[in-house]
């Protein structure tokens, strides 16, 4: 079966660099969920997506952004980029009607050096 | 808003041995809770997943929940561990936004297994 696409796997930047983070959901998914996992932390909610429209918007900051396109693929930019933004992000998909219906994919690990 | 409180950080188990996973929720209303399992730099695994009806859920793995309102609690427990058990365990709550929802989780517990 299909699932959620992360590219890229890992990613290296150094500080004040810009990063995009790609996210492909299962075919016919309308949804999409951007999570932040820190070293040792729990995922955090960043940002959602529903029929390209942002849904809800949590703890992101204003030095990322994050759309999602016609083809329901999104995209997480990150500009100037610092130490602490070294983490792995999950994005998530959901089908149309099935709010809790999550599939993650199996992120993108970020290192700022 | 809602919270969720895993007291145990880590929990070490004997292969064999039986388990249980401790969650407590804190949400205004009938709460969406999930378990997820993840290894280490890997993806989040669905567990299982509790929204309404029976209060005792059955997962993948051999696992299973109970949800208990009056102590808002979905404690996730395993009859026999295996040692390919060993992972960090993350208890989640889901709330309803406009056109999804969000899910929070709680700060995991990392189990290990001794053989």
């Known amino acids: 079966a299909a699932g959620v696409i992360q590219s890229p796997r890992h990613l290296i930047k150094e500080k004040r660099e810009t990063a995009t983070l790609k996210c492909y959901p299962i075919p016919r998914h309308d949804t999409v969920y951007w999570y932040q996992q820190g070293p040792g932390q729990d995922p955090q909610f960043l940002i959602s997506?529903?029929?390209?429209?942002?849904?809800d918007k949590g703890s992101i900051p204003d030095r990322f952004s994050a759309q999602q396109f016609s083809d329901y693929h999104s995209e997480l930019n990150m500009s100037s980029l610092e130490l602490g933004d070294s983490a792995l992000y999950f994005c998530?998909?959901?089908?149309?009607?099935?709010?809790?219906?999550?599939?993650f994919g199996s992120g993108t690990r970020l290192t700022v050096v | 808003a809602q919270s969720v409180t895993q007291p145990d950080i880590h929990i070490t188990v004997s292969e064999g041995a039986s388990l249980e996973l401790r969650c407590n929720y804190s949400y205004g209303a009938t709460p969406y809770l999930f378990w997820y399992v993840q290894s280490p730099g890997q993806g989040l695994q669905l567990l299982l997943k509790y929204f309404s009806g029976d209060t005792l859920v059955q997962g993948i793995k051999g696992f299973e929940a109970e949800f208990k309102r009056s102590q808002s609690s979905f404690n996730l427990r395993k009859p026999s561990v295996h040692w390919s058990d060993a992972a960090e365990y993350f208890c989640a709550v889901g709330s309803l936004t406009g056109g999804g929802n969000k899910l929070t989780f709680g700060t995991g517990t990392q189990l290990k297994v001794e053989l």
């Open positions: 997506f529903y029929e390209k429209m942002q849904s």
């Open positions: 998530a998909s959901t089908p149309p009607g099935e709010n809790y219906g999550y599939t």
